[in-house]
């Protein structure tokens, strides 16, 4: 799986694909706030460039209604309103954009994240897609998120009816692919109940084994993004990602540390205006940190009436309108609460939502946390806490960036004091070091979320769990096999003693820190 192969198109051309974790891929970045003007620099550009084509992909369809708006060349490949869950609904829409992209005839194709990905998919066998796609620019508006990716359960004694799996080997619980041509020739016979773990093998993300009674096994592959694949289809600067902060994105980030990335540099091409790649007069700004622990949804929950009543005393003595939005476990309760205070809710991913410049409050009340059936899958818990620690501050910079200081081009906006309330100081520190240098921290006692206080025979199972984490640890390096979290639950359970497989994975990241 580390050599480069060549794919001969229908044409007799040859697209290089390169599949190893060296290749030449190649992501453009511009960094831009909300309100910089992105999207009417990246319009302006397309329009103005004629004899090129172009594939714009945005995260909302809200987003690309806009978008199409300024590109009078471009056709919308619309999913407004369909379950992209659904694998017919899937085929239909990677149907019209093949069509698009086929055709010759469109110019500029506008579509949303999820159908890329689709389209990306059919990249691995469909010869003719690459050798048209190769004529298209991608920009990417926002970036992508990373989806969740697939589970399935699989009888080896019927290995015939799924084929593809007789060019894959098991190492140390992990799916590997051993003739990727074979797995190609199984996307291109339309396996859809095995495309997902096709792809994520050809890409090389992760797809983990468990063995079950009656030679079964179950596969499952999460936290992975096939939107990858463009950025390693012919190692130029072809793929432009147009995002805040684009950099620190958890879609960069493990685009870099999986390997799908050789080198994230700034766009060339596209330069904004660095007047307007700001927020202005940021001392107007003043942020408000409701509690005291960093945020999660179970002590949101246990805490959930003190925040509400904190947020509400605040919120009254300002007495503005406000937007506000949440995690859907708690959307019923505050509806409740904010219906008569002037709240609207606002989507939860809220680029695209441009109708709420008049508004100077905001109020943030939402965090990102993985299942625990998921962070296995991503990686270390590091990656997990990286990964969600992204997700969450992204989105709470969007969700503020609704309001007026949006705003670059009207002095009563620019001068209007602004009031933003976060659930914790890791949100806050965020928006402050990041976007609004000069804010203020609103001087209030956030809710007391305090720490669970161990007894004595709880901290003493603690360290007892510990150290036998680190004792197996030692003895499955002593074997010289890869120490993993799973190979080390499987060692302690050989011995008779049960440990879950996220609570390994916590003492394990510290005993690598200490080795």
Known sequence: MNASHNLHVSAGSSIGLTLSTKESAFLATVEAVCGAGKTYAYCQHVNLDPASKYIVAAKTEVLCAEIIKKLPDAVLISTEGLNLRKKKVQGAVTTELLKAVKSGGQRVIVCCHRALELLSMRLHHDDDLRLALFDYQVIIDEAPSAKTGYKDEFDLTLIDQTPWLKSTTIIDGKLYGTDIQALRNALRAGDSRSSGFIVALINGDRIHVTRLANNHVFLKCSARSDIYTLCKLYGEKKVWLFAANAKNSAFVKGGLRNGHFADVAPCEVIQLDPNRNKHHNTSRVNIGILTNKKASITQHGKHLEQIQKLVKQQLDVIGHPFIWTCNSDFEASYDGLFVGMGGEQVPYMAEGVNSYLHHDVAVFLGCVNMR?????????????????????????????????????????????????????????????????????????????????ALGEGQAQKGERTRSQVYAAADAVKATGKKVTAKAVAEWLSEQGETVSQPTVSRFLAEWKKQA
């Open 372 to 452: 625990d059936s998921e962070k296995d899958d991503y990686g270390t818990p590091e990656d997990v806490e990286d990964f969600e620690r992204d997700r969450t501050q992204g989105a709470c910079y969007q969700f503020v960036a609704r309001t007026c200081i949006r705003v670059q081009d009207d002095a009563e906006a620019l001068n209007r004091p602004c009031w933003f309330f976060v659930l914790d100081a890791e949100q806050a520190t965020y928006l402050k070091e990041n976007f609004f240098p000069d804010a203020n921290i609103m001087d209030f006692e956030p809710v007391q979320i305090e720490s669970k």
